[in-house]
């Protein structure tokens, strides 16, 4: 992914007002985010413990969702399975992250919903630069890093193809 502005970000929402985008927390530390390791951009807003963002470049375009999300505690013995990463992860280590559609469809509340590793450090997990928290794991697997990160970029396209439909 390429590195952003936070100009670039607050322009990228397609599912909130300019007004939201505007208000919104934008990353403090962008200049040092790994930009080589990154499918996505992806962070919750500090004031708000219900709500995440997370902005993806496709196709030379960049597509930014706001998130919201349960905050709610589960049990630390069950484990949850993130969509995008395949990772695992304890109690409350992955969400269902829910994002309004965007145009009409999300102003008639028309939503959809994805179960999503809570830090959102998705592309970190599968390249191995981070390691799950307490009891969580990444599954041994036959697919390259290549392959698997093409497949967690799949899943995520998929999930912003929801947004316009």
Same mark, same amino acid.
């Given at each position: 992914?390429?590195?952003? &502005?936070?100009?670039?970000?607050? &322009?990228?929402?397609?599912?909130?007002?300019?007004?939201?985008?505007?208000?919104?927390?934008?990353?403090?530390?962008?200049?040092?985010?790994?930009?080589?390791?990154?499918?996505?951009?992806?962070?919750?807003?500090?004031?708000?413990?219900?709500?995440?963002?997370?902005?993806?470049?496709?196709?030379?375009?960049?597509?930014?969702?706001?998130?919201?999300?349960?905050? /709610?505690?589960?049990?630390?013995?069950?484990?949850?399975?993130?969509?995008?990463?395949? &990772?695992?992860?304890?109690?409350?280590?992955?969400?269902?992250?829910?994002? /309004?559609?965007?145009?009409?469809?999300?102003?008639?509340?028309?939503?959809?919903?994805?179960?999503?590793? &809570?830090?959102?450090?998705?592309?970190?997990?599968?390249?191995?630069?981070?390691?799950?928290?307490?009891?969580?794991?990444?599954?041994?697997?036959?697919?390259?890093?290549?392959?698997?990160?093409?497949?967690? /970029?799949?899943?995520?396209?998929?999930?912003?193809?929801?947004?316009?439909?």
């Amino acid at each position: 992914m390429r590195s952003l &502005t936070e100009r670039d970000i607050r &322009t990228s929402f397609v599912n909130c007002s300019k007004g939201e985008a505007g208000r919104l927390t934008v990353p403090r530390d962008l200049a040092d985010s790994p930009w080589d390791d990154l499918d996505f951009l992806g962070w919750r807003e500090p004031g708000a413990p219900d709500r995440s963002y997370l902005v993806a470049e496709r196709e030379d375009r960049l597509i930014g969702v706001a998130l919201r999300y349960p905050g /709610r505690q589960r049990s630390y013995l069950h484990r949850n399975l993130c969509s995008l990463c395949l &990772t695992t992860h304890p109690g409350n280590g992955v969400s269902l992250m829910t994002a /309004r559609k965007a145009g009409a469809a999300g102003r008639q509340g028309n939503s959809a919903g994805l179960y999503i590793c &809570t830090d959102l450090a998705c592309s970190l997990y599968v390249r191995g630069k981070r390691v799950p928290e307490a009891a969580g794991a990444r599954m041994e697997e036959s697919l390259s890093v290549e392959e698997q990160i093409a497949r967690t /970029r799949s899943h995520l396209f998929a999930f912003l193809d929801k947004l316009f439909v």
